[in-house]
């Protein structure tokens, strides 16, 4: 007997293996206990981590390197969206604060210097993608900030989008994003060195790597 799956069966099955390897890596984290010194943990992979029990430590703690003094003019600054999308968006910080908002306590780290735990708040990547409405076979998302000599750029799997692991910060512990931490918009990598944090996020794209 051939049995036969439809795409959506697929997807389902892909999704729940999906959520059950996520499960499985999270049951062999360290689960990190009250009161776990910062110090303690500068060595550490996020990765290998969970900080469910950690207390957020107070934004005046927060360390942090590379630039610092970037500065953008928020009437003309536009998030662009571009890529592998059938609709490209230039969105004002005014539309982005709209979008609807997510909010995670996550770990930065830079290893043999300091790490930061805060609770970050922005906009999924996903929702993000969704009104650029992406075209099929999606693999990876790039990130670059600030325009410029000094930008810089990151790609990330389309797993961890979805899974909103990486996402588009404009707020940390409840505060406007601080100029020396990224403002307008910071990339927040759960489970990446703090390396991979993008600051001053101005364009996002979406594309297929092929073979």
């Not at 799956?5 to 499960?23: C, E, F, H, P, W």
């Not at 062999?28 to 010194?37: A, D, H, V, W, Y």
């Not at 409840?174 to 703090?194: I, M, W």
């Amino acid at each position: 007997m051939i049995f036969r799956l439809t795409g959506g069966m697929v997807l389902g099955l892909s999704t729940l293996g999906s959520l059950i390897a996520r499960a499985y890596a999270q049951t062999k984290r360290i689960i990190l206990p009250k009161g776990t010194k910062m110090t303690s943990l500068i060595d550490k992979n996020p990765a290998d981590l969970d900080n469910r029990h950690l207390e957020v430590i107070p934004l005046a703690e927060f360390e942090t390197m590379g630039l610092t003094e970037h500065v953008e003019d928020i009437d003309t600054w536009r998030l662009k969206v571009t890529g592998k999308v059938q609709t490209p968006q230039a969105l004002s910080y005014e539309q982005v604060l709209e979008l609807p908002a997510i909010e995670r306590k996550v770990l930065l780290i830079c290893p043999g210097f300091f790490t930061n735990h805060g609770s970050w708040k922005g906009i999924s990547v996903t929702q993000l993608l969704k009104l650029a409405q992406p075209e099929p076979g999606i693999t990876h998302v790039t990130f670059r900030g600030p325009p410029g000599r000094y930008e810089k750029t990151e790609r990330f799997p389309i797993g961890a989008i979805r899974a909103d692991k990486v996402f588009l910060a404009y707020q940390v512990n409840g505060q406007k994003l601080p100029r020396k931490h990224g403002f307008p918009l910071r990339l927040v990598a759960e489970d990446h060195y703090g390396s991979q944090w993008v600051k001053y996020v101005h364009a996002v794209e979406a594309f297929r790597a092929e073979g």
